[in-house]
């Protein structure tokens, strides 16, 4: 079974440091994984996506992330963070193909910046 | 990609009534639609896999007959909580395939 595993639950950075959001998975195949935001009370917004090409993926708001194979993960990073990057962060993996198949989701990552 | 409504964005219902929340795909033809559930400060939890024109799959644990998933149309997706209880209370969010609708926050009184 595919699973996806978000090292730290709470990450508190300040305005203008780096950003690093951990995701590990875990698949039996190659993956497909995303990241996506959450603001209170509201859906999902997709930051970036892995589909098996470049394993460097820039996504929007600046956010990146690696595909590192050896190491089974996939973590998003932000060179300076921002205000407005405070929110909940999800690593998901994709069980299936396509449109049908359906996302499993790491347990999240609240990412407060202090300023 | 998709872009995905949800109707209603918030909801309030009294214990034992039931209420439906449509999902509606506004620009993509969707087969396969998803019901997803999240309870405060945690993650999103697959409930079901909607299918238009056949039966949903429904996750282990989620009943079925509670939950009833109808998904008519390739635009339009709906999940009804019936006999809802204060337990039910959570935000439904759906999705066609990685992109997904704003959410509807049920709370039951």
């Known amino acids: 079974a595919q699973s996806v595993t978000q090292l730290g639950s709470h990450v508190s950075v300040s305005e203008g440091a780096l950003v690093l959001l951990r995701c590990n998975y875990s698949s039996s195949v190659p993956p497909y994984l995303f990241w996506y935001v959450q603001y209170p009370n509201q859906g999902l917004q997709l930051l970036l996506k892995?589909?098996?090409?470049?394993?460097l993926v820039k996504g929007i708001n600046g956010f990146e992330a690696e595909f590192k194979k050896s190491e089974t993960s996939f973590h998003l990073t932000k060179p300076s963070a921002h205000m407005s990057d405070a929110a909940e962060y999800f690593c998901a993996v994709l069980h299936g193909s396509g449109n049908t198949g359906k996302l499993i989701f790491g347990q999240g990552t609240t990412l407060q910046v202090k300023p | 990609g998709a872009v995905v409504s949800q109707h209603p964005s918030r909801v309030i219902c009294k214990s034992g009534t039931s209420v439906k929340i449509e999902c509606r795909s506004l620009d993509f033809q969707a087969t396969t639609m998803f019901w997803y559930r999240q309870f405060p400060k945690q993650s999103l939890m697959l409930m079901a896999t909607?299918?238009?024109?056949?039966?949903?799959?429904?996750e282990q644990g989620v009943e079925k007959d509670k939950f009833l998933i109808n998904h008519a149309s390739l635009t339009l997706s709906t999940l009804t909580v019936t006999s809802a209880h204060p337990e039910d209370s959570s935000f439904y969010i759906c999705?066609?395939?990685?992109?997904f609708g704003p959410g509807t926050r049920l709370l039951v009184l």
């Open positions: 892995y589909t098996s090409a470049a394993t």
């Open positions: 909607s299918n238009e024109g056949s039966k949903a799959t429904y």
């Open positions: 999705s066609v395939g990685q992109y």
